[in-house]
């Protein structure tokens, strides 16, 4: 998969705190990507007599990354600074050249960046790039934008940025660092989330600090209050001065003209967000309760007779927590004998299931991740619930333990259709083959791989509805390409396999 698939991305400007404040939003994003961490500020040289973007980035964890308090009170300066985290999992990963934020600089100054999504044109670019004879010092999409921002003839910064991101199709939430700006772009699709947050109030000295983060829960970290969403197709720029005035809607946007209307990344409200973000203007909580109803009007728990124990129904944790309470509300109102319960406790010391390389340690990842609560189990029929069946590696094991701890039979529900097709847009899933639902032709099928007793997936028009349900207000449309095929903005066949096999 590409080098900057699934990830977290936060900015922040008007705050000598730039780089503490950067940190704990990541810490707080840190579900969208833990392979790398990375900050960059911006600040005064006065030995140097230059603007400088001090940066620090690593593989690992975000803790671990900035574990020494000098690198905030000597090292990352200035009072703005943006971060990123990485979730990556393919060969790509392993190059240290491709952590995130990039930091090149040009006639213009000093230039920071970003990136969430995946470019759709990026192998076309590159090769356009290749026959000029560029040279590329990573293997990552993100890179492209900064060459496009370095060759425009445009004079200003901002004018260059909205050059070179005319030329790019596909997903890509970004924050930019200038050595004057803070710049939050959102694709015309708005594949990504992206959301602007105000830190205090203008009557404090120097006006208040203005942040952006691809989640919500990053401003909750650092007590930031949501103003709004980066529009899709919006390039907003936050600088000094009219930051300082505190009036959100006097900082300048632009717009990135799109020809593919807009299609917000759904597998986000599934699975990837936090339920504790507001996402495409929505709570994803929200959004994942009603989810987890419209399973329930699909495909319930299943009838237990007179004198049987009343089944349980149990997450698998985290992920599908929120959308099975739903689930099991709903079937309880619907006058079906259940209960919720936590049978399925996490450890959450293994990272997630997908980074580890290979299949074998990809089922122990699952066994060192998951453990039952036995007690709870044995004797009854158990209606367990996930999010998603990618691969089908969590959903095998689950179901064996289940059965090793005596449940008297194991139904599986899943609150999303099945995953049938890769995604070209930024979420981390492996190709058509490997796919579980693609080996089967009936779900009946999969139910029998997978050793249930009963199987049911949500289908794509439950899907759609639960969420425009949830999400009245935004009626801009959403993409579901993993579960129908329908890709709103062209991919060249074998685009991406190819050039992931180069990385
Ligand atoms: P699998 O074991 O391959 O079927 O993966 C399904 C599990 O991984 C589910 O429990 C999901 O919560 C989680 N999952 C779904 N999509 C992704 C993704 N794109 N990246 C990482 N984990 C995922």
């Not at 602007?196 to 829960?217: F, K, Y």
Request: hydrophobic share 35%; aromatic share 8%.
């Amino acid at each position: 998969m590409g080098a900057n698939d699934e990830c977290g991305i936060f900015g922040i400007l008007g705050t000598p705190e730039a780089a503490r404040h950067t940190y704990y939003g990541l810490h707080a994003l840190q579900h969208r990507g833990q392979e790398s961490s990375g900050i960059v500020t911006s600040t005064y040289d006065e030995a140097e007599e230059r603007p400088v973007m001090p940066i620090h980035k690593d593989f690992g964890l975000v803790l671990d990354v900035f574990d020494e308090e000098e690198l905030f009170s000597q090292k990352l300066l200035g009072d703005h600074g943006i971060g990123h985290n990485r979730y990556s999992t393919s060969g790509a990963s392993e190059s240290r050249t491709n952590v995130q934020p990039f930091l090149v600089h040009d006639r213009k100054g000093n230039l920071a960046l970003s990136h969430n999504g995946n470019l759709s044109n990026a192998r076309e670019l590159r090769r356009a790039f290749s026959e000029q004879g560029t040279l590329f010092q990573t293997t990552s999409d993100s890179e492209l934008i900064l060459h496009l921002i370095a060759q425009s003839r445009r004079e200003r910064r901002v004018d260059q940025i909205i050059d070179a991101l005319t030329q790019v199709e596909g997903a890509f939430s970004l924050v930019l660092l200038t050595d004057d700006h803070l710049i939050a772009v959102r694709d015309p699709n708005g594949f990504r989330p992206l959301a602007l947050g105000r830190l205090g109030d203008a009557g404090q000295p120097g006006g208040p600090a203005w942040c952006v983060a691809s989640e919500t829960c990053a401003f909750d970290m650092i007590g930031a209050d949501y103003v709004r969403d980066v529009e899709p197709g919006e390039i907003l720029v936050i600088d000094r001065e009219t930051a300082a005035r505190g009036d959100a809607s006097a900082f300048e946007s632009y717009e990135v003209p799109g020809r593919h209307g807009v299609s917000q990344c759904i597998f986000e409200y599934v699975y990837f967000s936090r339920p504790d973000s507001k996402i495409f203007g929505e709570m994803v909580d929200k959004v994942r309760r009603q989810i987890g109803r419209q399973l329930a009007l699909e495909a319930p728990v299943p009838e237990v007779e007179e004198g049987e124990k009343e089944p349980i129904v149990i997450p698998v944790p985290d992920s599908a927590n929120t959308a099975t309470l739903g689930y099991a509300n709903e079937c309880r109102k619907q006058g079906q004998r259940c209960h919720f319960e936590i049978g399925l406790i996490r450890n959450h010391y293994v990272g997630r299931t997908f980074i580890a390389p290979g299949q074998d340690q990809r089922e122990m990842k699952v066994r060192g991740k998951f453990n039952t609560v036995e007690g709870l189990l044995r004797g009854r029929p158990v209606v367990v619930v996930d999010d998603s069946i990618v691969r089908g590696t969590t959903a095998r094991y689950l179901v064996d333990m289940l059965r090793d701890s005596g449940a008297a039979s194991v139904h599986f529900r899943v609150t999303s259709p099945p995953v049938v097709n890769p995604c070209f847009y930024g979420m981390d899933f492996p190709n058509e083959s490997e796919l579980l639902a693609n080996q089967f032709d009936e779900v009946a099928e999969i139910g029998d791989f997978l050793g249930v007793d009963s199987l049911a997936y949500l289908s794509v028009e439950g899907l759609m509805e639960a969420v425009q349900t949830a999400n009245k207000k935004n009626d801009l449309g959403y993409c579901n390409a993993c579960f129908t095929g329908d890709y709103p903005v062209p991919v060249e066949p074998g685009q991406q396999k190819e050039e992931f096999e180069w990385r």
